[in-house]
T-cell receptor, first 113, second 113 residues
Framework: DSGVTQTPKHLITATGQRVTLRCSPRSGDLSVYWYQQSLDQGLQFLIQYYNGEERAKGNILERFSAQQFPDLHSELNLSSLELGDSALYFC????????????FGSGTRLTVV | AQSVTQLDSQVPVFEEAPVELRCNYSSSVSVYLFWYVQYPNQGLQLLLKYLSGSTLVKGINGFEAEFNKSQTSFHLRKPSVHISDTAEYFCAVSDRGYSTLTFGKGTMLLVSP
């Protein structure tokens, strides 16, 4: 157990739908990162939150949004889902500086049918 | 902007043989470098990291990596691999600060008897 909890582990949904992925960071970590992993694109950085505020944005689609709540858990919302959104979505957490790297959760596998 | 190139998408090797997984990076600033391992159906786990100091860093499970600034490389090595080392290995880079990690596309290490 890495200390980063992601739910659900698997999600199957239809095109056009909206889903919410949840992440609880490791205790004491203030930063949360979301990554999308697919076979063709590899690990793509989506967005980072630090202590409730958006800190960095990567290749995140406009149909996707995220937030970090006061208890530091984070949610990634994916809407108007397309077949191409099928992927593994990872959450990671870290302290303010990344000297110790990230701690990853086990991921949510999203399948859009 | 940083980027990471993992030169081999797949490396097949026999058990007890040595292995080297190659990683090159580009960045305009000083960097932190990381290697992560991903076992099937799991999240990413930190193997080792280079922040500063000695260019040879040792990690978990007998892996080590050497930072070469002139070659902008951070190759991962193990003198004798086991079947259990079969996994995907990711190299990642960040500038020395608070930025996010940029990952390579990964190298699949396939160890056979």
């Amino acid at each position: 157990d890495s200390g980063v909890t992601q739910t659900p582990k698997h999600l199957i949904t239809a095109t056009g739908q909206r889903v919410t992925l949840r992440c609880s960071p490791r205790s004491g970590d203030l930063s949360v990162y979301w990554y999308q992993q697919s076979l063709d694109q590899g690990l793509q950085f989506l967005i980072q939150y630090y202590n409730g505020e958006e800190r960095a944005k990567g290749n995140i689609l406009e149909r996707f949004s995220a937030q970090q709540f006061p208890d530091l858990h984070s949610e990634l919302n994916l809407s108007s889902l397309e077949l191409g959104d099928s992927a593994l979505y990872f959450c990671a957490s870290s302290g303010e500086a990344i000297n110790y790297g990230y701690t990853f959760g086990s991921g949510t596998r999203l399948t859009v049918v | 902007a940083q980027s990471v190139t993992q030169l081999d998408s797949q490396v097949p090797v026999f058990e007890e043989a040595p292995v080297e997984l190659r990683c090159n990076y580009s960045s305009s600033v000083s960097v932190y470098l990381f290697w992560y391992v991903q076992y099937p159906n799991q999240g990413l786990q930190l193997l080792l990291k280079y922040l500063s100091g000695s260019t040879l860093v040792k990690g978990i499970n007998g892996f080590e990596a050497e930072f070469n600034k002139s070659q902008t490389s951070f190759h991962l090595r193990k003198p004798s691999v086991h079947i259990s080392d079969t996994a995907e290995y990711f190299c990642a880079v960040s500038d020395r600060g608070y930025s996010t990690l940029t990952f390579g596309k990964g190298t699949m290490l396939l160890v056979s008897p």
